[in-house]
């Protein structure tokens, strides 16, 4: 596709395939774009593809065998003897995913014997929410927090005509392993609710070019649509009118696209309307759609993301970390079957650093998805290189209980939003790709090594990268997201960004806002107390061990120190080195690493083609330049509240 990036499948990585002769045996519109895609790298690369090859067939190197007859399953196994590597589904799914797996394993797929393996996802739903809006919206742009320019999906008010870059993107998509999209934000305004109804034939538009990657399409629908849509006068979910409304319009989704995925649902948050206003509970909410769906084989994703947006800053008992678990807890098992309650990583919102979320061990009788952010609103919204494969990683293995991790517990599928836009780099910066693939692939096995997954990404998007650009590329990425938390909000603190749109610093931009979220830094000292002694009790609405370590400053993590407590200017870390100490030698060293890493980018010109190379260069101006605001703006800020000095006699 002209002026697209190719991303992670440059035409490169098909060589191995492409040089070769292939045999596909089956049929099915999944097998139809396996074929299409060897046939495209035959083409390209000389080699041959036959469909089905009748007995005593030519010698093949590689067969892709469908061995049911549904394109349901995703596992496929991988294996290689007597010359050939073969790849068998018994799912058309199955049988692309094999095939991108040979395409990652490139020549190496060719060589010697192997016995056959089976692959096979660890988590059934790996889905990508866009928080597109069709129409511009007059303060969140066209992709509310989004940084790639506007929306992939939505094109001068209705779905796009060419559906081009959505095939491809689907193909990107399919080639890191994810499965479900949902095509709108969750803050649904008036002319996005009506794609549930009227308009509902551009999302089957936009379903039809995803559909041949075996991934789902997804809607988010607001609370309020029987009476936006419908003109009823409620929109209580016990009424039977009510219930009646949304049975017949989830049977039109249905007739415009049989494998309608679900529903993502915002409801009594930040606005959005709910089941509040008419005395019911989230899990009437939840499972009168999840009725409605049920018959269809559809799923309501149903976010957890519920608190008081009217908060007085003043109340230090009111505490919005506490929201989620506070409201949704009681209604543990309530939920149908078909219901997923769909929970953000940490119990705040995307910042730098959060302990997991208390909710995701507190509801064994729930299915649960757990939401990450591609779409880096506060991680340096694709003008700062912020590699999230480690963050998503330590949050997906975190024993929560008994044993259990994250990403063992999100049975109802892991979701991130989408960083991704109509930018010819997909992601505004070109680094950031290796954030959305990474997310598919750690959706697909949570305990992967993200170090193995970037190492995966550089061959893939660099194919055959030399050795400098190779160690270049981890330079700049490894530690990427740890640098940006040094010169930004401190020990787990969160936010003192700027309100609205959350760029660049702000200490106090929320501290006297009824948003609930507070650093309380004062001339003694800074950070929430959320301990059971003496705090909002947030730390007891974990199960053990957590509830112990998180309650007192001696065995807290140093790096969520601030969220847990609120501790004086000089209190000792574990590091050995007192709070504002730490404070300031993490954000002068946040902004030396940032240069650093300038420098090392700058180094790998020539290894990079020159577009990437200087997009990238000039990002890096930018995010120093912001690095250093931070930093000058915290230690200065910490300095005049505090009056402690740097021990280094640095300039703050
Ligand atoms: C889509 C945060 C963001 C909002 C977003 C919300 C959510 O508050 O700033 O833009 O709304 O999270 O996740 O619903």
Known sequence: MRGVDPAWLPDGVFRPIGTRRTLIRGSGPLVDTVHTEVAGACARFGG?????????????????????????????????????????????????????????????????????????????????????????????????????????????????????????????????????????????????????????GEVAEIAGALRPYGIRTHLSVTFAAPVVLGGLASADPLDAEVRAWWARAVAGVYAAIPDFGGFVVKADSEGQPGPFAYGRTHADGANMLAAALEPHGGTVHWRAFVYDHRQDWRDRTTDRARAAYDHFVPLDGEFADNAVLQIKHGPLDFQVREPVSPLIGAMPGTRLAVELQATQEYTGQQRHVCWLGPMWSEVLRFPVEQGSSVGELARGGLVAVSNVGDDPFWTGHPLAQANLYTFGRLAWQPDADPAAVLDEW???????????????????????????????????????????????????????????????????????????????????????????????????????????????????????????????????????????????????????????????????????????????QINSYFFRKSGVPDAHGRRI
Not at 128 to 133: F, R
Not at 143 to 168: N, T
Not at 186 to 198: F, I
Not at 592 to 607: D, H, K, P
Request: glycine content about 12%; overall charge negative.
């Open 48 to 200: 041959r593809v036959d469909l089905d090859a009748g007995p005593g067939g030519a010698a093949y190197d590689l067969a892709l065998e469908l061995t049911g007859d549904g394109d349901g399953s995703e596992a496929f196994t991988c294996g290689r003897a007597d010359g050939r590597t073969t790849v068998t589904a018994s799912g058309g799914r199955g049988l692309l995913y094999g095939l991108f797996h040979v395409v990652r394993l490139g020549e190496a797929a060719f060589q010697g014997a192997y016995p056959p393996e089976l692959f096979r996802p660890r988590v059934a739903l790996r889905m990508l929410d866009h928080w597109d809006n069709v129409a511009v919206h007059p303060v969140m742009g066209q992709v509310e927090r989004g940084y790639a320019g506007g929306s992939l999906f939505w094109q001068d008010g209705r779905a796009r005509g060419d559906l081009e870059r959505v095939r491809a993107y689907g193909r990107l998509l399919a080639a890191c392993g994810i499965n479900a999209v949902a095509v709108n934000n969750v803050n649904v305004h008036a002319t996005e609710a009506r794609l549930l109804t009227d308009r509902i």
């Open 458 to 632: 550089i061959r893939l998007t660099f194919p055959d990268p030399p050795e400098p650009l190779t160690d270049g590329l981890h330079a700049v990425l490894d530690g990427s997201w740890r640098t940006y938390e040094k010169y930004t909000a401190p020990l787990g603190v969160g936010f003192m960004v700027q309100p609205g749109h959350h760029y660049g610093p702000s200490v106090d931009g929320y501290e006297y806002s009824p948003w609930g979220t507070y650093h309380f830094a004062d001339r003694d000292g800074l950070g929430v107390d959320r301990s059971r002694a003496t705090g909002t009790g947030y730390a007891g609405q974990y199960g053990k061990p957590w509830s112990e370590v998180y309650e007192s400053t001696d065995t807290c993590p140093d790096e969520l120190l601030l969220f847990f407590h609120h501790v004086s200017y000089g209190h000792m870390l574990h590091s050995g080195t007192t709070v504002i100490q730490h404070i300031y030698d993490t954000h002068f060293e946040g902004v030396e690493e940032v240069e650093a890493a300038r420098e090392v980018w700058a180094s790998l010109a020539g290894l990079v083609d020159p577009a990437r190379h200087a997009r990238v260069a000039e990002l890096f101006e930018e995010q120093l330049r912001s690095a250093r605001e931070w930093r000058d």
